[in-house]
T-cell receptor, first 113, second 116 residues
Framework: GAVVSQHPSRVICKSGTSVKIECRSL??????MFWYRQFPKKSLMLMAT?????????EQGVEKDKFLINHASLTLSTLTVTSAHPEDSSFYIC?????????FGPGTRLTVT | AQSVSQHNHHVILSEAASLELGCNYS??????LFWYVQYPGQHLQLLLK??????LVKGIKGFEAEFIKSKFSFNLRKPSVQWSDTAEYFC??????????????FGKGTHLIIQP
């Protein structure tokens, strides 16, 4: 099956710094990728839709200036959490759209101290 | 806006018991429906999906689900569970957009524990 990777798997950063998370589709091209956030004991929440070569579409309530998304190629989308704060600590999961379904990455655990 | 409700947050069963996990969605238009499974420490994996056609869909590992449009439901079933089915199960929905890719709206998940 299709494989999606994320890097890093875990990151700890200090409050006020920025963190970049990469999402790659390893064996297929994806014009559309999605970024989700998963809170403890809660479901995944769609943050934004990332389209290759165009601006991302953000869900209501998600700050686009805080969560910068770049989809520069058909196999790579990045999420940059700018000026991170402790409340940004979470599990971030990306998915890449294949022909008929989304394939999910393993997630990135972000801890902001 | 879409929403998904999963009725059971924690379910504990013995091996060989039958399983049914409830899922209801809220959306007035045409939807695509999914069940995902997340085994401990692993990625989300697709169990099965419904786009159109036969409302009874069969997925991997012996799972099936039935789409009942009048009840806005898409319950997951398995006749006989195994210890290896211990995992988190998520129901998800996306609105049909004629081939376009839409993000998923997830339910809160059901933590299933199978006791040997």
């Amino acid at each position: 099956g299709a494989v999606v990777s994320q890097h890093p798997s875990r990151v700890i950063c200090k409050s006020g710094t920025s963190v970049k998370i990469e999402c790659r589709s390893l064996d297929f091209q994806a014009t559309t990728m999605f970024w989700y956030r998963q809170f403890p004991k809660k479901s995944l929440m769609l943050m934004a839709t990332s389209n290759e070569g165009s601006k991302a579409t953000y869900e209501q309530g998600v700050e686009k200036d805080k969560f910068l998304i770049n989809h520069a190629s058909l196999t790579l989308s990045t999420l940059t959490v700018t000026s991170a704060h402790p409340e940004d600590s979470s599990f971030y999961i990306c998915s890449a759209m294949g022909r008929y379904e989304q394939y999910f990455g393993p997630g990135t655990r972000l801890t902001v101290t | 806006a879409q929403s998904v409700s999963q009725h059971n947050h924690h379910v504990i069963l013995s091996e060989a018991a039958s399983l049914e996990l409830g899922c209801n969605y809220s959306y007035g238009g045409t939807v695509n429906l999914f069940w995902y499974v997340q085994y401990p420490g692993q990625h989300l994996q697709l169990l099965l999906k419904y786009f159109s056609g036969d409302p009874l869909v069969k997925g991997i590992k012996g799972f099936e689900a039935e789409f009942i449009k009048s009840k806005f439901s898409f319950n997951l079933r398995k006749p006989s569970v195994q210890w290896s089915d211990t995992a988190e199960y998520f129901c998800a929905v996306t609105s049909y957009s004629g081939g376009g890719a839409d993000g998923l709206t997830f339910g809160k998940g059901t933590h299933l524990i199978i006791q040997p």
